[in-house]
């Protein structure tokens, strides 16, 4: 079943999968990013708490802006006035637009230069028309403002943006959990057969190590010498003890858990099965479902569709002979067109999807197959041990 196809790529149920993403202390392989949403993560790699700060500052300082605004308190019937107040919006809406939508700008630049218009260039786009046509207002060369809807604009980007890095952050702790259990250091043995205190990194291929009783197995092998009951369930989801004795294959991770055996590695580093697990692990993180693929194609499309609208909507509006009217309908025009919802919801339902399935022990390999999850009427499991009730 593709939806749950995780199994026969790592000799391991789907459970084993969700906790070892967190491999790269260990074997040197981060793979790390989630770079391959093209079109919408062109921040990817941020961290949460820098577009937090970013949120929480632009929200403070979008709501003078907005209690402010000639248009609100047109709707709402009040009036405030005071010293500096016209000074509000170029200064206030300066900050929110430089430095809480630099991500943005950044992202922007970046999708020209990779000839890849998407998302990031669409609120860039927005943000760029609004703060200069607001700009401009304010040096009396039009009359329109958009100094409360930028930073309204900005603030809402940011806090969509700063909920899906948290959610993807998230689904690599929970994917990390298990790797963090892994020992940082092995008792190697020596020539005259004494152990000696290695890091993981320093084992090679044909090593020796001593794995005592309820230590855990530095790295793959087999067993060389001793008799012991394996604690195997991060693998392979048995709760059961399995016997493992000379010449039996153990893998890393797994616990010895009432007798000292000596293993003989096999694989270390990007070749261990924590390592191919991470793998699989990156590359349903960086795999986009068919909603992802498909809002980023609209993505470029509006870019597209929006920079004609907004040509087609001057020239029309300039041919009427009012340059003004044409100019504040032009930037309306392309200020709407930045696609808030589109922008917000699908990678934002995509990354909380995975992270809550993370949490729950199951790996999403791909996208999607979550999609097609809707489809499926039956599950088959193929290790009856594993089912306890």
Not at 8 to 17: D, E, F, I, K, N
Not at 130 to 157: G, H, K, N, P, R
Not at 356 to 379: F, N, P
């Amino acid at each position: 079943m593709p939806a749950t196809d995780a199994e026969s790529h790592a000799g391991t149920r789907p459970h084993a999968h969700a906790g070892h993403e967190g491999h790269t202390g260990h074997g040197g392989h981060d793979h790390g990013g989630h770079d391959g949403h093209a079109g919408h993560d062109a921040h990817a790699g941020h961290d949460p708490e820098m577009f937090r700060r970013r949120f929480w500052l632009s929200l403070l300082l979008t709501i003078p802006l907005v209690v402010t605004s000639e248009m609100v308190m047109d709707w709402f019937g009040y009036s405030l006035d005071f010293p500096g107040r016209e000074a509000l919006g170029p200064v206030l809406g300066s900050i929110v637009f430089w430095w809480g939508g630099w991500p943005f700008l950044a992202g922007g630049v970046a999708e020209v230069r990779d000839r890849r218009p998407g998302m990031m260039l669409l609120i860039t786009l927005a943000i760029v028309v609004a703060y200069a046509a607001s700009l401009a207002t304010s040096l009396d060369a039009f009359d329109l403002e958009f100094w409360w809807e930028l930073a309204a604009l900005v603030t809402i980007m940011l806090l969509g943006h700063w909920q899906e890095m948290t959610a993807i952050m998230q689904a690599q702790g929970a994917l990390s959990a298990l790797a963090a259990l892994l020992p940082d250091e092995a008792e190697r043995l020596d020539e005259a057969g004494e152990p000696q205190t290695v890091s993981l990194a320093d084992l090679r291929v044909g090593d020796v190590v001593l794995v005592r009783p309820g230590a855990r197995v530095p790295a793959d092998g087999r067993v060389a010498e001793g008799e012991t009951e394996l604690d195997e369930s991060m693998i392979t989801g048995e709760s059961r003890p399995v016997t493992r004795g000379p010449g039996d294959r153990v893998v890393a991770g797994t616990v010895s858990t009432d007798s000292a055996i000596r293993v003989r590695v096999e694989a270390v580093g990007d070749d261990t099965t924590l390592a191919g697990i991470q793998r699989l692990v990156a590359e349903a993180q960086a795999s986009g479902s068919r909603a992802q693929a498909l809002a980023d194609r609209f993505a470029a499309l509006l870019f597209y569709v929006a920079l004609a609208a907004g040509i087609v909507t001057f020239l029309v509006w300039w041919a009427l002979g009012n340059v003004d009217d044409a100019v504040v309908r032009t930037v309306t025009v392309l200020v709407i067109a930045c696609p808030h919802a589109l922008g917000l919801a699908i990678p934002l339902v995509i990354s909380l999807s995975t992270a809550v399935a993370a949490q729950a022990g199951i790996l999403v390999k791909d996208r999607l197959a979550l999609e097609r999850m809707r489809t499926v009427d039956a599950v088959l499991f193929d290790k009856t041990g594993t089912l306890t009730r």
